[in-house]
């Protein structure tokens, strides 16, 4: 199983990015997938989850304000659409899975499977 994580770039302040999740030897359609970031000197913390039923998750509630998970069965891929970047959204965005259809969580160590992270950076 390979997570790849694609869509990050220099975006200025109050602009847009659409992330994307695919994976190699596995149907993400059927399992849960969560979005993590990194920033530099921070600890990885996650930001929404989306079951295989397409139900998001958002940590805390209030990220959905600017964060929109999806997923596209057809494609077989999990979006993050972020909205109205801010300087401290600069982080590397990982997406995960466990392959568990239902089971949402901020809590990466539950994740076993990790895509390799794409860089997202704010800067005027």
């Known amino acids: 199983v390979q997570l790849q994580a694609s869509g990050g770039g220099l975006v200025h302040p109050g602009g847009s990015l659409r992330l994307s999740c695919a994976a190699s030897?596995?149907?993400?359609?059927?399992?849960?997938v969560a979005w993590f970031r990194q920033a530099p000197g921070r600890k990885r913390q996650g930001i929404s989850c989306?079951?295989?039923?397409?139900?998001?998750?958002y940590y805390p509630d209030r990220r959905a304000d600017r964060f929109t998970i999806s997923r596209d069965s057809a494609k077989k891929a999990i979006y993050l659409q972020i909205s109205d970047l801010q300087s401290e959204d600069t982080a590397v965005y990982y997406c995960?899975?466990?392959?568990?259809?239902?089971?949402?969580?901020?809590?990466?160590?539950?994740?076993?499977?990790w895509g390799q992270g794409t860089l997202v950076t704010v800067s005027s």
């Open positions: 995960a899975t466990d392959l568990r259809p239902l089971t949402c969580t901020d809590y990466d160590g539950l994740y076993k499977y």
């Open positions: 030897g596995v149907d993400l359609s059927h399992y849960a």
């Open positions: 989306i079951n295989s039923a397409a139900v998001p998750r």
